[in-house]
Structure formats: structure tokens, C-alpha cells
């Protein structure tokens, strides 16, 4: 009876500091009963021995490597990732285990934009400085900070998908004018948005803001290097919300140094957690934050219920609405509990 029984783990770093869920208890309600725990330990990647334990797993910021799952004990049905990113997951693997992925991309959309337009907004308005200057007493020099207006300003998107085009129509309040450069969307998507499909050359020479919002592929690794920080002008201002490695960061350290640019947002690292000792931590011209900017309870509710759902879904032998590998429904081992498309 208890084999037969489904075992549903969430990473422990979904918990608060006092144990409770951080998406809240509503989102549980998504699971429509089913049990589910925490995982009996803090690991930074999911091992052979909790696939081996549970049916399905909640997982955040943990790796799934392909030795997770090669195990002829492994027990995992589905991999619902807490997020639209899934460059922590060996895909190939998982697919190859016959184990359905899933993520979360209607409910990051809203949040993350909104994190790369406040971005935009703080760096427009020195934001940094200015706080700097109120804390020291120095507010006869505020003067000398003065912030820019972004009527007229150019703000270019890289990486028009869900989250970029959510960004686009977040920014047309502001009467900015709008570029996008993204190889896989059409031009008549982005004008949709208000914005100008352009080449990823042209967006960087004429954008007053580079807004990073793509994902991360072997395509886009050290997208942007000391070659595209070259190209952009140098009262210009870099915002990533994507991914890290999306960046050179020694690239964006010496461009920063040498006033190539005016200055970056940066939400996410190529090595997280940041070190303590990374440059751009003591930059006056730098906005940094723990790759956590959009996490309010209503994204993380959004996030959790949607990811959540899948697995209720997939362990009553529905199809998940988010599969990332949908080429593994067609796996010997998904169709002997996949009863409903």
C-alpha cells in the first residue's frame, strides 16, 4: 500500500526561516490533497538517492544533474522546476530517464518584468547615489547626481519571448522608444509591443538601456562580451534579469571600470551565491540584488500553484501544461501512466 502510494518532495529552500512554506499554504491547495514533504536534507543538487525516494519533486535552486537519474531505482515521474529558467536541469537526461519537466513561465512573466523596469527606473534616477548621499549626510551634493528622463530614451530588449514582451509593454507608459533583438520571434510580434525588431548589433550601438531577458543556452553563453560592451555607448546602462553566464562578467567589471558603460542592474551572477569579494559589489555605479528581485508573495504563490498543479496533474495521469521535453510523453515509461493527453 505504501509503495503504491505517490511521494511528493519540495527543495528545502522553498521554507521560510521559521519552516513555513515561502510561497505560502494556499498553493498547496494545488495538489488537491496529495501528501508532500520537505526534503530531509539541504542539497545544492538532487541525488540518485531522492530520485530513488520520491514520484515527484518541487525543486528550486538544486541541480539536476544526469547522475540524479540514471539509477535503475529512480522513482521520479516528474521535475516540476520552480521557475521559467531550467539550465540547472540535465533535459537530455531527464528525458532520456523518461521523467517529464516542467516550469513556470505565465507565472514569472508580470514579476520579472517588473523587476527589469525597476531597473531601468533606478538607474535613471541614480537611485544608488542618491540613497548613498541621504545616509551621509551629503544632501547639498545631490546637484551633482542628477538623474535622466526617460521620454525619447531607447530601451532595447534582448530576448523577445514571454518575459521581453512583458517587459515591452510594461515600458511603453514611459514613452520610451522601444527595440527588440531576438533571432526566434517575428516582427510582427514585436511591433504588437510597440517595439522595433532590429539586429542585436544595432539594438546595443542605440539602446540607452540593454535589457537582458533570454534564456540561457549554449547560444547565449557570454552573450554579451567586451566585443557588444564596445558597441554601446558609454552613457548607456546594462540590466540583467535573465541569467548570469548570460554576461561576461570580467567582460562587465573592465567595461564598468573603464566608463564603457554608465552603469548595470544585475539581478543574477555568473557565480551564485556572489562572492563576497566580487568587484562589482563595491561599484557605486552597480544596483545588485540576490537573483530574487521579483520574488513577492504574489509571484511565488503564482509560481509554486502553477508548478504544483503540474504535479498533481501528472501523478493522476494527465498531461502537465508546461513540459519543457514534450518529446518524453512519447517514452515507454510515460505512457505506461499517462492516461489522459
Known sequence: MVQNTPRIGITRDLRTGSGAP??????????????????????????????????????????????????????????????????????AALTRAGIVLTNTPTAVRRPVATSAITYVLALAQKLRVKDALTRRGRWNAR?????????????????????????????????????AADPYVDAATVAACGAELVAFDTLLRRADFVVV????????????????????????YLVNVARGPIVDEAALIAALRAGAIAGAGLDVFEQEPVDPGNPLLAMDNTIV?????????????AIATSALSGIADALAGRRPRFVVNPEVLAAPRVAAWLTEG
Not at 65 to 80: G, T
Not at 217 to 235: D, N, S, V
Not at 289 to 301: G, I, K, R, V, Y
Open 22 to 91: 515561502a510561497f505560502g499554504e494556499a498553493a498547496l491547495a494545488s495538489l488537491g490533497g496529495l501528501a508532500w514533504e520537505w526534503l530531509a536534507e539541504d542539497v545544492t543538487a538532487i541525488t540518485p538517492e531522492i530520485a530513488a525516494r520520491y514520484d515527484a519533486l518541487c525543486v528550486n535552486l538544486p541541480r539536476v544533474p544526469a547522475a540524479s537519474v540514471v539509477r535503475p531505482d529512480c522513482r521520479l515521474r516528474i521535475v516540476a522546476r520552480h521557475g521559467v529558467g531550467y539550465d540547472s536541469v540535465d533535459v
Open 289 to 301: 540584488s540576490p537573483h530574487a528581485l521579483c520574488w513577492t508573495d504574489e509571484c511565488f504563490a
Open 213 to 236: 531577458t533570454c534564456l540561457l543556452t549554449e547560444e547565449t553563453r557570454h552573450l554579451i562580451g567586451a566585443a557588444e560592451f564596445a558597441l554601446m555607448k558609454p552613457t548607456a
Open 143 to 179: 546637484t551633482d547626481h542628477m538623474g535622466q528622463g526617460l521620454t525619447g530614451k531607447v530601451l532595447g530588449i534582448v530576448g523577445a519571448g514571454s518575459i521581453g514582451q512583458e517587459t515591452l509593454r510594461l515600458a511603453r507608459v514611459f514613452d520610451l522608444r522601444l527595440l
